[in-house]
């Protein structure tokens, strides 16, 4: 079986968490629960017809100025940045996590997640499509609240991190 660490990237409040009970247990709660530090947690996916152990380093995230502790990062095969559309900074942050991941351990492979499909965007599709242009990633709406596109992340993360 093969193991890949996957890494949970964004800013306070945009949704990791969320996003990682939704894809590992099928659940959503309506709660705020802060992450302090990292919280893990493993899901067994088939890709191609093999099985992959995804370790999931749902990473605490912060205020606007965050900077991400990089030792929590390495080893990671590639990363969700997450970003919360009902708060334009949260788009400006993840730009600036690609920036320290970058500069800490060189370019991984990411899918970016617009979270929070089910309300109100501030954020634009357009304005997504620009900012993330320069990256060479994938990026979809989603909700953690509805499911929409949580499985779907996580397996183009996956399809990306095994081919």
Known sequence: MISKKIAMLGMWGVG?????????RSIYDEKYHSTLGVKVDKKIV?????????????????????????????????????IDGTRRSSLA?????IKQVEEGIGKLPFVAV???????????????????????????????????????????LTQKLVS
């Open 16 to 24: 990791k968490t969320s996003l990682v009970q939704r894809f590992v």
């Open 114 to 156: 617009v979270n929070k499909s089910d309300l109100e965007w501030e954020l634009t599709n357009a304005e997504i499509e620009t900012a993330l242009a320069p990256y060479d990633c994938s990026w979809m709406s989603s909700s953690a609240k509805t499911g929409e596109n949580v499985e779907l992340a996580f397996n183009i």
């Open 46 to 82: 088939e890709n191609n017809g093999r099985q992959v152990n995804l370790m999931l380093w749902d990473l605490a995230g912060a205020e606007d100025h965050f900077t991400v502790p990089i030792h929590y990062v390495k080893g990671a095969a590639g990363y969700l940045l997450v």
């Open 93 to 97: 942050s993840a730009l600036d996590l």
